[in-house]
T-cell receptor, first 111, second 118 residues
Framework: GEDVEQSLFLSVREGDSSVINCTYTDSSSTYLYWYKQEPGAGLQLLTYIFSNMDMKQDQRLTVLLNKKDKHLSLRIADTQTGDSAIYFCAESIGGGFKTIFGAGTRLFVKA | GAVVSQHPSRVICKSGTSVKIECRSLDFQATTMFWYRQFPKQSLMLMATSNEGSKATYEQGVEKDKFLINHASLTLSTLTVTSAHPEDSSFYIC??????????????FGPGTRLTVL
C-alpha cells in the first residue's frame, strides 16, 4: 500500500546542516513535497520536486531524490533556531491531488 | 499568493453541540478542497475530499453524517462536526488544490482549527 516513513526526531546545533530523510513506497508518485509545521499552525509548503528530477536547490534548502531507492531527503544549510518545527514529507500519487503524508520529523535546533 | 484561511482558529464547545469550520481560498479558486484531522504528535489524516458543487468523498472510517462537508463555491468549503463529543477534539486542517500553483497537484494549507469538546 501507500506509505511514507520518516524518522521522528532530529536535533542539531545552530549553524550546522540538518538532513531529514524520508522513504516512500508508491513508484507512481508524481510530486514529492516537504512541508513545515510550526506549533499550533497549519502546514507551509517549503519545496517540492518532480519525480523525474534528482535534485532541487532553493536557497538554504536542498532536496535529493533517489527514485530507485524511493528515498527523499531535505537538507537545511546553516540551520537556525527559527527552523525548529515539524517537517512532513509527502507524495502525491495517481496524477491527482491525493497526497500521502509521513508522520513528520520534529527538528530541534540548539543555540 | 495561494493563501488559505480557516475560521475559527480555536473553538471550545459543549458535548452534543455542532460546530462549523470554514475554509476559504483567498486569492485563487480551488476546485478541490481537503479536510484533514491531526492528532497530537501525529501526521495528518485525510478525512474527505470535496469538489465544488458535488458531494464530498469520505475516506474509509470517516462518518459522513457526523462530519458534514459543503463546498458551495470555488473559494469556500465548510466542515460541520455534528453532535460533537470529547473524542472529536482535534486539530482540523483544510487545504485547497489549485492548478495555478507550482504543480497541478499541490495543496495549500489553512492554519488549522483547534476544536475542544468539553
Amino acid at each position: 500500500g501507500e506509505d511514507v516513513e520518516q524518522s521522528l526526531f532530529l536535533s542539531v546545533r545552530e549553524g550546522d546542516s540538518s538532513v531529514i530523510n524520508c522513504t516512500y513506497t508508491d513508484s507512481s508518485s508524481t510530486y514529492l513535497y516537504w512541508y513545515k509545521q510550526e506549533p499550533g499552525a497549519g502546514l507551509q509548503l517549503l519545496t517540492y520536486i518532480f519525480s523525474n528530477m534528482d535534485m532541487k536547490q532553493d536557497q538554504r534548502l536542498t532536496v535529493l531524490l533517489n527514485k530507485k531507492d524511493k528515498h527523499l531527503s531535505l537538507r537545511i544549510a546553516d540551520t537556525q533556531t527559527g527552523d525548529s518545527a515539524i517537517y512532513f514529507c509527502a507524495e502525491s500519487i495517481g496524477g491527482g491531488f491525493k497526497t500521502i503524508f509521513g508522520a513528520g520529523t520534529r527538528l530541534f535546533v540548539k543555540a | 499568493g495561494a493563501v488559505v484561511s480557516q475560521h475559527p482558529s480555536r473553538v471550545i464547545c459543549k458535548s452534543g453541540t455542532s460546530v462549523k469550520i470554514e475554509c476559504r481560498s483567498l486569492d485563487f479558486q480551488a476546485t478541490t478542497m481537503f479536510w484533514y484531522r491531526q492528532f497530537p504528535k501525529q501526521s495528518l489524516m485525510l478525512m474527505a475530499t470535496s469538489n465544488e458543487g458535488s458531494k464530498a468523498t469520505y475516506e474509509q472510517g470517516v462518518e459522513k453524517d457526523k462530519f458534514l462537508i459543503n463546498h458551495a463555491s470555488l473559494t469556500l468549503s465548510t466542515l460541520t462536526v455534528t453532535s460533537a463529543h470529547p473524542e472529536d477534539s482535534s486539530f482540523y486542517i483544510c487545504s485547497a488544490g489549485t492548478s495555478g500553483g507550482p504543480s497541478t497537484d499541490t495543496q495549500y494549507f489553512g492554519p488549522g482549527t483547534r476544536l475542544t469538546v468539553l
